[in-house]
Every structure is written in structure tokens, then in C-alpha cells.
């Protein structure tokens, strides 16, 4: 039986979550004003938590799940930390702002709020248990309970054919990533006889030679490694398995758009980072050929999404293709990572994990702030979701701006929130004086430590392609006029007499999200102080400070059975 203290601040989220289904039973308008305050409060509540010291705090380091599927690490402890203060800015993104609590500008849910943040509640759950699992089975459990809820949240975040349509998008496409990679388990652990994290490892471990040139995998093995990297790359947003994003992020109302670019992507790194650490024998030092597959699927991943995110007119649709981006510049970390050899583990691998952990926390934080700001935002009169209103309906929630020609001027005529969203995409493209600055400085600096002098290069040339649509928003924003009064007319003419004019609209709780991703955008790239105790954390989380037998490992290390790395798992 798995202690209560290891796993409690899972158990705060799914009570929570379970709490929320029931309350989802009351139709009362009393009971949906309470869900998103009893969502907050847990996500508060773990993020205290995770801040004070954790689980680690309360448990002996060596007490895990009897059978070793389970455990605590400082990674796992990072990542909960962070994921929760994420969700904080989802659950405001998606506060009912309305008189009967059924919808905010962009989103609505109906009756169903308690179900709808029950659902937030445990795609964040998921997260963590990801980042405690040490069994691939329960690694496979909890990058799908990340995913799971958000196929139902995107088709019921509001109530128009195109959520509907991308809610089936992204379950098919779901599914099938999800086959493919349990196809890859299953020859895993068909080849390794084991599915604890830990015992694969020092299978693999058992095949390093003298000189650390990594483990030696069979065909089948090599088989099993390129599934699950492609199955984990639909939750990273990661090319091949990219083509969902733009159609399903625009579909969605803006603050699943949010949750979407970030919660299955955490998920499918921290996974990807535990499969890494087993198939390189708890060094990271992966065959050259898994190093050659991450190499082109950094480089891939960041082109693709900063090439089609110049093509884009609905600004959800630049903010998916900017996702697929930064996936791919994590991913460059990535390949720092398992590029570096065993005898620089304590440099460059280290390096390279903290600053892909680093990255994660810095997205999390600039892209909520870029997606509030367009929930502040009004859609042009005539207009809602980026198209024009043929049949004007009250049952809808008001309209918030999607595309450049809703964001025209907008940045004159709201001050406050145009410099908020030029604060998220500087960050976004990595400007100093935000965090997005010391995100891609940590990740360049272990590239070039690992010899992957051309990565680096296209890095920094991705980089500036990335800002030419970041700062047409917000060039749109601040230098384009608005749209001529005789077009709005014309607009308004389509959709009939009665089409409305949005206001602008300032819910405290969507300026409150607002408000604090871009305060923490540029505490932690001004503030110094704050940045360099996020670093350590992400140090901390990285860096192998306890003897190999707390992972459980009973064998020696020697030049063929090196010691393995124990913070992962």
C-alpha cells in the first residue's frame, strides 16, 4: 500500500474533483459560483503545499510503494509545484462571469460548471502522476488521465459546431496516439521483461560498455523507443503528430485553448524524460540513433510551428502554431540532454534538464497571459469567434476577440491590456527582461556545452522568425488603425439590426489572471532574486544528489553497470 503522504497532494486534487461532480448534480446557480472557488482553493492549497517542502518534507526519502511504482523525487516535486500554479491561471481563465454562472467572454458550459472544473482538477492530477510514477503502466494512466478530460472539455467549452468538431479531432487523434504508444510499452516490456522504470534501466544499464557510449538496444527495443517517442509527441504538440493543434486550439473556447498548450505538454515531457532515463541505463546516454530522431524532431517541430504561424489570421491559430515552437525548442533541450555522454553527467545533462524544466514553468506563466488578454478583448460588432453572426442569440456568451482584425487598435484603446499582451509575446519571443529571456538562455547554453553547434543555430534563427507574428499582434494591437466604420456596417449589415456591439468587459477574475502572469513575467526576468530561486528549484529538480540506493537498486555500479541517476522516477 502506497503511504498517504507520498501521494497526498494527488489525493487533495481527486477528492476535490470527486467533491465537484457531486456539487455538478445541483442545477442551483448558488452551486456552480462554488465550483470554481473550490478549484482554486485546492489548487492553492498543493501549491503551498508543493512550497513548503512537499511530500519530501513529510515522508523518509527511502519510504516509497512496496511495489516500486510510486515514489518521490525532487523532479516530481518541481513539477507539481509548478503545474499547480499553472492551474491557478486555468481556473481563472475559465471563471463564470456571468449572472447565472454558465459562461464568461469566451467560454460556456452551461449547467455543467461543477463537471467542467472537476475535469481541470484532474487533467492536473494527471500531471503528478506522471511525475511520481516509476511503472510505465502507471506512467501510461497518468498521461492519459491528463488527456482524457480535455477531449470532453473541448467539446462542451461552447456550444457551436466547431467545439464539437474539434472535440472529435483531438479524441480520434487521441486515441490513436495513445495505441500507438502502448504499441510501444508492450515491446518494452516484452523485450525487458520488466515495466518498473527503475528495473529497465539497469537492463539497459547492463548493456553500457567501458566507454559510456550509451546502452545497446535490439531492433525490437529500437522499435519500442520510436512508438512511444511518437506517441508522447501528440501530447507535446510535436511534429509528426502536430496537425490536431490549430484546428482543435481554435475550435476550443480560449481558456482550454490555454489549459491544452500546456497540461498535455508537461505530461508528455516529464514522460519522455522518464523513458530517456530508462532507456539510457539512468544516464541519459541514449543510442545515437534515438539522439539522431530527437535531433530532427527538434528542428522539425520549431520550423513547422514558427513557418505556419506566419500564414495564420486567427491569432489562436498563430498561439497553437507558437506551442508547436516552443515544444520544439524544449525539445532541443532534450537533445542536449541525451546528446551529452556519461562522463559530463554532472555538466551539461544536468544543465540540460534544469533548463528544459525551467522552460515549462516559463511557458506556463507567458502563455496565460497572452490567451487573458484575449479573453478581455472585444470581438468587431457583427462578429463572434472570428466569424459573422448570421443569427444573433442571447443564449451565447459575449464575444471576446480571435483574429488581428479584432485586436486592431485595441492596444490605444486599452492601454493596460495591450501592454500586457506585448509583455507576453516579448516573452514569448525571448526579449530580456522577461522570463522567456533566461528560458531560452538556459537551453542554448547546455546546446552549445554538447557540442550541437547547428541545433543552436537554428534555434536562434527559429527565434526570429517566432517574432515577426509575435510582434505583428502586437503591432496589430498598437500601429493599426481600426477597422473603417463603412466595414463594420457592412458586418453589422450581415448579421442583421440587432447584431450587438461588445463592450469591453474587466471580470476581476480574468484581470486577476491577467494580472498575475504578466507580474510573474517580469518578476522572474527583472527580479533577480526570483529567478534565481525558480533556477535552483529547477537545479535542484535536475541534479542527482542521492546515492543510487534510494531508487531501490540493489546492484553495483562499475564501468558496465554504471550507478543510475535516482531523481527521475
Known amino acids: 500500500m502506497i503511504p498517504l503522504p507520498v501521494i497526498f497532494p494527488e489525493l487533495v486534487l481527486i477528492l476535490a474533483a470527486s467533491a465537484l461532480f457531486l456539487l455538478g448534480v445541483s442545477r442551483a446557480a448558488a452551486a456552480r459560483h462554488l465550483a470554481p472557488l473550490i478549484a482554486v482553493l485546492a489548487l492553492v492549497f498543493v501549491f503551498a503545499y508543493q512550497l513548503r517542502g512537499g511530500s519530501s518534507e513529510m515522508t523518509d526519502r527511502a519510504m516509497v510503494d512496496p511495489t516500486g511504482t510510486f515514489r518521490i523525487s525532487e523532479l516530481a516535486e518541481y513539477i507539481k509545484l509548478i503545474s499547480a500554479a499553472v492551474g491557478v491561471f486555468f481556473v481563472l481563465l475559465s471563471w463564470p462571469t456571468n449572472a447565472r454562472a454558465t459562461a464568461n467572454a469566451a467560454l460556456s458550459f452551461g449547467n455543467e460548471a461543477g463537471e467542467f472544473f472537476g475535469l481541470l482538477l484532474l487533467s492536473i492530477a494527471g500531471i503528478f502522476i506522471v511525475a511520481g510514477a516509476n511503472d510505465i503502466i502507471l506512467l501510461f494512466l497518468g498521461v492519459e488521465l491528463a488527456s482524457l478530460p480535455t477531449y470532453v472539455m473541448v467539446s462542451v467549452s461552447r456550444p457551436l459546431p466547431v467545439a464539437q468538431e474539434a472535440g472529435v479531432k483531438y479524441f480520434f487523434l487521441g486515441a490513436l496516439s495513445a495505441a500507438i504508444m502502448l504499441f510501444g510499452f508492450s515491446y518494452l516490456y516484452g523485450t525487458t521483461g520488466a515495466t518498473n522504470i527503475t528495473d529497465i534501466a539497469q537492463h539497459f ?3 553500457i560498455g567501458k566507454s559510456y557510449t550509451g546502452a545497446t538496444f535490439t531492433p525490437w527495443q529500437m522499435l519500442a523507443a520510436i512508438m512511444i517517442i511518437s506517441g508522447l509527441a ?4 510535436s511534429v ?15 481558456p ?15 514522460a519522455l524524460v522518464k523513458i530517456l532515463y530508462a532507456f539510457g541505463g539512468g544516464t541519459f546516454t541514449v543510442p545515437g540513433e534515438l539522439v539522431k530522431i530527437l535531433w530532427v ?4 517541430t520549431m520550423t513547422v510551428g514558427n513557418v505556419l504561424g506566419l500564414l495564420q489570421n486567427n491569432v489562436k491559430r498563430v498561439l497553437a502554431y507558437s506551442s508547436v515552437a516552443h515544444s520544439g525548442y524544449m525539445l532541443t533541450g532534450v537533445t542536449a540532454l541525451v546528446s551529452a555522454n556519461f562522463g559530463t553527467i554532472g555538466g551539461v545533462q544536468q544543465r540540460a534538464l534544469a533548463g528544459v524544466l525551467f522552460y515549462l514553468a516559463a511557458y506556463g506563466i507567458m502563455n496565460a497571459g497572452a490567451f487573458g488578454v484575449l479573453m478581455l478583448l472585444p470581438a468587431r460588432p457583427g462578429r463572434r469567434y472570428g466569424q459573422p453572426i448570421l443569427e444573433p442569440s442571447d443564449d451565447l456568451p459575449p464575444a471576446c476577440a480571435e483574429t488581428y482584425e479584432d485586436l486592431a487598435g485595441t492596444g490605444r484603446q486599452h492601454v493596460g ?8 509575446c516579448f516573452s514569448l519571443i525571448g526579449l530580456p527582461l522577461t522570463v522567456g529571456f533566461f528560458a531560452k538562455f538556459y537551453l542554448i547554453g547546455p546546446i552549445l556545452m554538447s557540442h550541437n553547434y547547428w541545433l543552436a543555430i537554428i534555434v536562434v534563427i527559429n527565434a526570429v522568425i517566432g517574432a515577426v507574428y509575435y510582434l505583428k499582434i502586437v503591432g496589430t494591437m498598437f500601429l493599426r488603425p481600426e477597422p473603417q466604420q463603412s466595414q463594420a456596417q457592412t458586418s453589422a449589415s450581415v448579421a442583421g439590426p440587432t447584431a450587438p456591439a461588445f463592450p469591453a468587459h474587466y471580470p476581476f477574475p480574468l484581470v486577476l489572471a491577467v494580472g498575475l502572469s504578466t507580474a510573474a513575467t517580469l518578476l522572474f526576468g527583472i527580479f533577480l532574486p526570483a529567478t534565481q530561486d525558480l533556477t535552483n528549484r529547477a537545479n535542484i529538480a535536475a541534479t542527482p544528489t542521492l546515492s543510487y540506493l534510494v531508487t531501490g537498486s540493489a546492484f553495483s555500479a562499475s564501468p558496465t553497470n554504471p550507478p543510475i541517476n535516482p531523481l527521475p522516477p
Open 205 to 207: 544499464a547492463a548493456t
Open 234 to 237: 501528440f501530447k507535446m504538440a
Open 240 to 254: 509528426p503528430l502536430h496537425f490536431y493543434a490549430a484546428d482543435v486550439y481554435q475550435g476550443a473556447a480560449t
Open 256 to 270: 482550454v485553448t490555454a489549459l491544452l498548450s500546456y497540461v498535455p505538454k508537461t505530461s508528455g515531457f516529464v
Open 297 to 300: 524532431l527538434a528542428v522539425l
Open 417 to 424: 491590456l495591450g501592454l500586457a499582451m506585448a509583455v507576453s
